[in-house]
């Protein structure tokens, strides 16, 4: 889009989406995608423990997508430290936060077995960065936060297990889900309910006005859903979550729970 509003020519695309369909029939890649089927059922190979976070009110017999939301700032100090601490231990922001986030749900839930989803964009192979399409795709990343294992043991077990779930990325959530053969139930997802994720604020080649659009934060899908913006000096941390469950003033105490882990 940018492109165009400053009237350059988009080169043709090198691929379509229909040579990916192609592609993705092709015998290597259905053995490839068997062998990540066996990766993502050894993860869940036991019982996954049901993440009850402290909530207001019971949970409804069918999951209700009315939900709220408000962000909060992390300062230059507390993203700086963050940052410091990937670098420091080889990881990546996004692992960073994640065992946070993984720290604080096992604080306020009890438990020591927590699978988190996140979503990824899925294009990894040569030019899909470029094509028209839908490739995303939902990751449980089961972690174990255990309450007398130090942090930087924990985070290199999250960089160890990151690392391996992105490389098994293709295979289809939906499928797992259906592999496991799961007891469903109406209120809740399937193996996860709290969703992570992080983003980084693109630097542009030009200036751009954009005026950012305020929107109600009247839908989710999950229990509760985090996601990191890092701005560069600072990080703003949204929260969405499902009104059935939490009252704000709960979640926004939970952003202070987020801070106190952080530091």
Request: cysteine-free.
């Amino acid at each position: 889009l940018t492109a165009l509003y400053y009237g350059r020519e988009l080169p043709e695309p090198a691929y379509q989406y229909k040579d990916f369909s192609q592609w993705q029939q092709q015998p290597g890649r259905r053995d490839a995608l068997k062998r990540q089927e066996r990766f993502w059922l050894d993860r869940f190979s036991d019982d996954v423990p049901v993440l009850d976070l402290p909530a207001d009110a019971a949970r409804p017999a069918k999951r209700d997508t009315a939900g709220g939301g408000f962000s909060h700032i992390l300062d230059e100090t507390e993203t700086a430290g963050l940052k410091a601490l990937a670098k420091d231990t080889g990881t990546t922001f996004f692992m960073v936060f994640l065992g946070i986030v993984d720290v604080l749900l096992s604080k306020l839930s009890g438990l020591e077995d927590i699978t988190v989803g996140t979503p990824v964009a899925g294009r990894r192979g040569d030019g899909l960065d470029q094509m028209i399409g839908v490739f995303i795709n939902t990751l449980a990343l089961r972690q174990y936060p255990r309450h007398d294992k130090p942090f930087d043991a924990f985070l290199s077990e999250i960089r160890k297990n990151t690392l391996a779930a992105f490389e098994n990325q293709e295979y289809p959530f939906e499928d797992l889900v259906e592999q496991l053969n799961l007891a469903r139930d109406a209120g809740r997802n399937p193996l996860f309910d709290v969703m992570f994720f992080t983003e980084t604020l693109a630097e542009r080649e030009e200036t751009t006005l954009l005026t950012p659009y305020d929107f109600d934060w009247n839908v989710t899908k999950f229990d509760l859903t985090l996601a990191a913006m890092d701005r560069g000096d600072t990080v703003e941390v949204f929260w969405k979550y499902a009104a059935s469950l939490f009252k704000p003033q709960t979640v926004q105490r939970f952003g202070t729970y987020l801070k106190t882990v952080i530091n």
